[in-house]
């Protein structure tokens, strides 16, 4: 009896020793040991606009349109502009706008197929495979940015017809200089989107996400010809978005909505008093 008792306490030694050898091989594996790098914070970026420096030249409009190759009856840089007053004191108001990429997105929260979704910079992206035209999301934005194409686009450009005779028609101008359905077409844009949005989908603002995956900033911010849009990361300290919006005193459009904007006014011009 003796023995077969010495027996099983060797056995289930050797067990625990198996187990033990185990365990210390399993914690040697550097994916599970705790040396594993906590993951980086991520970017949430945003864009400040100064009101001060936009002289409503419009450059940012031209740029986006022939960056984003966007459509002729589509803006997605456009601008609120007002005249207020009576003559001879009057005031011309203007406030470019785009789409507000917010935090708390009505327009993500409502797509039936997820095809409006925030990628991991914070940017409200629309995957155009996914999109079965419902316009769900044109009736939740609270800021009018979304657009929809009910046909094919670029309309003007797919004619066949010359405007006057002896002249090339747009389709044999798009064939000369090499052009994707319109002549200025942009191949970088397809990187990330199609480069021609197709019929029956929406469309609007991505902040050039194709540049901002390079390092690059938007195209409105780069060929603003008064620096008035500045572009960076939120949760860096550092970006001189935060630190203009420390500075100034910023607005948000409809901030009542609870949407969270990420596109900042700062320093609105006033007439009557220095604006330094």
């Known amino acids: 009896m003796e023995k077969n008792k010495d027996k099983n306490v060797e056995k289930r030694r050797g067990f625990l020793n198996k187990a033990l050898i185990g365990t210390a091989a399993l914690f040697s594996i550097p994916a599970l040991s705790s040396t594993v790098e906590e993951k980086k914070e991520k970017r949430r970026l945003a864009m400040a606009i100064d009101l001060q420096k936009c002289t ?12 984003n190759n966007v459509q002729e009856g589509i803006l997605w840089a456009n601008k609120i502009s007002k005249t207020e007053g009576v003559f001879p004191n009057v005031r011309y108001d203007y406030l470019p706008t785009l789409c507000n990429h ?13 095809a409006m979704y925030k990628n991991d910079d914070g940017i409200t992206m629309h995957d155009t495979d996914k999109c079965v035209g419902c316009r769900y999301c044109m009736v939740a934005c609270p ?3 979304i657009s929809f194409n009910g046909e094919k686009t670029h309309k003007r450009w797919r004619d066949d017809k010359p405007i006057m005779a002896g002249t090339a028609s747009p389709i044999e101008l798009n064939t000369k200089v090499g052009g994707n359905v319109i002549p200025y077409y942009n191949p970088e ?9 197709p019929k029956n989908v929406v469309e609007k603002c991505t902040l050039c996400d194709h540049l901002v ?3 690059e900033e938007p195209r409105c911010v780069q060929r603003c010809p008064s620096k008035a849009r500045i572009f960076g990361d939120l949760n ?6 935060v630190k203009l919006l420390g500075k100034y005193t910023p607005f948000r459009l409809k901030e009542h909505l609870g949407t969270l904007p ?3 006014y700062i320093r609105n011009y006033n007439p009557g008093k220095s604006n330094k």
Do not use: H
């Open 143 to 145: 800021y009018n940015v």
């Open 102 to 114: 917010c935090e708390n997105a009505p327009c993500v929260k409502v797509c039936p197929t997820q």
């Open 236 to 241: 860096d300290s550092e970006s001189q978005v």
């Open 189 to 197: 844009r397809n990187e990330t989107l199609p480069g021609i949005r």
């Open 262 to 264: 990420k596109v900042f």
């Open 213 to 215: 995956k390079e390092g």
């Open 56 to 67: 409503a030249c419009g450059a940012c409009t031209i740029a986006c349109k022939t960056e």
